[in-house]
């Protein structure tokens, strides 16, 4: 009978000496689109893995044309008890926590001391009109300008600078414009066809929107972008839409001197560089501003993710989501190729030892925007408010219609759908 109790004891405690990481793990599920082809998740699922022995995450994948059919919400509504859902549309986040489904990230952010400020502005899309952040931002893209360094050093003209006004923007794109039409044609700049290029700028002063309902605030734009067609410093609206030809494929010729693009052609200029279709170098600074308006401001959009309300596994989900959101998964993120919300010196410094970063400090520097707005707010009548601006734009840039008439024809339309 001793030698019973003296086995059963031994075996307690031998039980009591086994490690930590070999009892059963905690698991965190995790809600998301594209999971077996986005390279990112399995680098944020391999690197918190490795950072937290005993913590093991679970996706469930759900394709993205389904999520944008709301099957993400439709789970949430039904109580899936799921810990984390990623957030696809931007205004999915303040919608379901208006619905009681997810859970207020503000006890979370505070316990840790999560600074808020390198989001660069891109937190604030998440906050609900309580005040309460429901959701981080994991990527964020904005837009910068690419320029092609070998057609500055061949006129003799110094880059492009981070501290840049439209003014100057739109001197230094006629100084680097020379040629004829053909092949000896050098454009200084380049607008593709998107609104987004001509006149989303206006927002970068964080106070306009393109849902505002007023639009005086283009009419420098698309005054400067109308300038420049004429002064054949840009290829022509009509001429773009007309020949389909990509942004991509237009500066990868090496005939544009500058182009106002998303971070994400970053990512086409490495490959193009590294498959021998680009044969220039080339750099990167942060977009020209207006009087008055911080250099290094810029507009994006963010790409969020969320701790549902009805999670058993909060602290735990939100120890995925910090780290996602945070440096440590922000360093996971850059070498599959995309942009991190997150960004400070640490994170700006393995970005730009990235292979094809360009090597200047420019371009470095221009990795840590002044503020990021977002590109269209969201709301209920964005969409009709989008459908609006954007026909009008066509209108404008095809010169059916003056800046001035078509913007007084969006101040009255857009007034329409704000009274409804």
């Given at each position: ?38 390279p990112y998740y399995a680098a944020y699922k391999d690197a918190f893995e490795a950072a937290n022995p ?367």
């Open positions: 009978m001793r030698k019973t109790i003296a086995l059963l004891l031994c075996a307690a405690m031998m039980l009591c000496l086994v490690p930590a990481a070999l009892a059963e793990d905690t698991v965190i599920t995790v809600v998301a689109w594209d999971v077996a082809t986005t005993g913590v093991k995450v679970e996706y469930i994948d759900i394709a993205a044309q389904d999520y944008d059919q709301n099957k993400a919400g439709i789970m949430l509504a039904g109580g899936d008890k799921s810990d984390v859902f990623f957030i696809k549309q931007l205004d999915d986040a303040t919608k379901w926590y208006s619905q009681g489904y997810l859970a207020s990230l503000n006890d979370y952010v505070a316990a840790d001391s999560v600074d808020l400020s390198a989001y660069a502005g891109m937190a604030d899309c998440y906050v609900a009109s309580d005040g309460q952040q429901v959701a981080l931002p994991f990527r964020a893209d904005y837009w910068v300008l690419f320029y092609n360094k070998d057609l500055f050093d061949a006129a003799g003209v110094a880059h492009p600078a981070n501290d840049m006004t439209w003014d100057e923007y739109k001197d230094l794109a006629i100084q680097l414009t020379s040629g004829a039409e053909g092949v000896d044609k050098i454009y200084g700049a380049h607008y593709h066809t998107w609104l987004s290029d001509a006149v989303n700028w206006a927002v970068c002063d964080g106070v306009n929107t393109l849902a505002d309902g007023e639009y005086s605030d283009l009419a420098y734009f698309y005054q400067l972008a109308l300038d420049l067609e004429d002064a054949g410093a840009v290829r022509a609206y009509t001429d773009l839409k007309a020949s389909g030809l990509h942004y991509r494929g237009a500066f990868a010729a090496g005939d544009i001197a500058m182009l106002l693009m998303g971070y994400w052609e970053l990512g086409n200029l490495v490959t193009d560089t590294a498959d021998g279709t680009m044969s220039f170098d080339y750099g990167f600074v942060s977009v020209p501003h207006a009087e008055g308006v911080p250099a290094g401001s810029s507009f994006g959009s963010p790409t969020g993710m969320s701790l549902n309300q009805a999670s058993e596994n909060k602290d735990a989900a939100w120890k995925f989501i910090s780290f996602v959101t945070g440096e440590e998964g922000a360093k996971a993120l850059i070498p599959t190729g995309n942009r991190p919300a997150y960004i400070n010196e640490s994170v700006a410094e393995i970005m730009a030892s990235v292979d094809g970063f360009p090597t200047d400090e420019a371009s470095k520097a221009a990795l840590l925007p002044t503020a990021v707005y977002l590109e269209w707010p969201v709301g209920d009548n964005v969409p009709a408010i989008k459908t609006i601006v954007n026909e009008e734009h066509t209108l404008i840039m095809t010169r059916e219609v003056s800046v001035e008439d078509g913007i007084a024809s969006m101040n009255e339309r857009v007034a329409e759908v704000l009274a409804d």
